[in-house]
Structures are given as C-alpha cells and as structure tokens.
C-alpha cells in the first residue's frame, strides 16, 4: 500500500505534510503534491498533518485515479521537502467539490 494526496490538497496546498515526511516522497506541481507510492513507507505521519485531511491510506476505497495521478506526477515534478507559505486564498479552496476538473494543473511547482 501507500498514501496518496486526494482532491482537497488542490489550491490548498499547505505542505504541511512536506515537513513530516522521513523520506521525503512529496513532489510538487504548480497547484498541489503528490506522493511517490514506490517511496512511501506507509508510516502515516503525514495524514493527520493535512489541514485540508487531502491524504488518505490507498486501501480506502475509490482512490485507483487518485493513485495513478500520484504515480505519474511523482515521475515528472520537482521533489518538495521543505514547506513554504500556502497559497493565500487556500482557505476559500478547501473542500470546494470537483477540485480536479476545475483546477487542477500538469505544471510543475519549484520545489525546493
Ligand atoms: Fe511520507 Fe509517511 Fe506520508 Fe508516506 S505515509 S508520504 S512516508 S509521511
Ligand atoms: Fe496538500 Fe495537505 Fe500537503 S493540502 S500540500 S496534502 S498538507
């Protein structure tokens, strides 16, 4: 198994969970992250970090699409590990349905 970033974490984008992380598996895109699931070691620190509760255990039901996205963009963005300012109108964003029709985005983040 692994945790994958869900929804909620688009425009949210707190990091958070960045900080926690002993292996630094968050990568970053222009709007939200996601975790590499090959480096994941399943501790789970990270979920209750989540302001936006955006990660969730893979064995939940329903989240196939949310791990294949955390799969792909793992592979293309920049590694985050140290947690910058959330964007400043993250607060509007959380729990806004449809978050990834309406805002997700493929760009990259700057990483660190
Ligand atoms: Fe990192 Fe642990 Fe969260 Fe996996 S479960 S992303 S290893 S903090
Ligand atoms: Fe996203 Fe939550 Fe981390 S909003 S950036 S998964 S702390």
């Given at each position: 198994?692994?945790?994958?970033?869900?929804d909620?974490c688009?425009?949210?984008?707190?990091?958070?969970?960045?900080?926690?992380?002993?292996?630094?598996c968050?990568?970053?895109?222009?709007?939200?992250?996601?975790?590499?699931p090959?480096?994941?070691?399943?501790?789970?620190?990270?979920?209750?970090?989540?302001?936006?509760?955006?990660i969730?255990?893979?064995?939940?039901?329903?989240?196939?699409?949310?791990?294949?996205?955390?799969?792909?963009?793992?592979?293309v963005?920049?590694?985050?590990?140290?947690k910058?300012?959330?964007?400043?109108?993250?607060?509007?964003?959380d729990?806004?349905?449809?978050?990834?029709?309406?805002?997700?985005?493929a760009?990259?983040?700057?990483?660190?």
């Amino acid at each position: 198994m692994t945790y994958v970033v869900t929804d909620n974490c688009i425009k949210c984008k707190y990091m958070d969970c960045v900080e926690v992380c002993p292996v630094d598996c968050f990568y970053e895109g222009e709007n939200m992250l996601v975790i590499h699931p090959d480096e994941c070691i399943d501790c789970g620190v990270c979920e209750p970090e989540c302001p936006a509760e955006a990660i969730k255990a893979d064995t939940e039901p329903g989240l196939e699409s949310w791990l294949k996205l955390n799969v792909e963009y793992a592979k293309v963005w920049p590694n985050i590990t140290i947690k910058r300012e959330a964007p400043a109108d993250a607060k509007s964003f959380d729990g806004v349905p449809n978050k990834l029709e309406a805002h997700f985005s493929a760009n990259p983040g700057s990483g660190d």
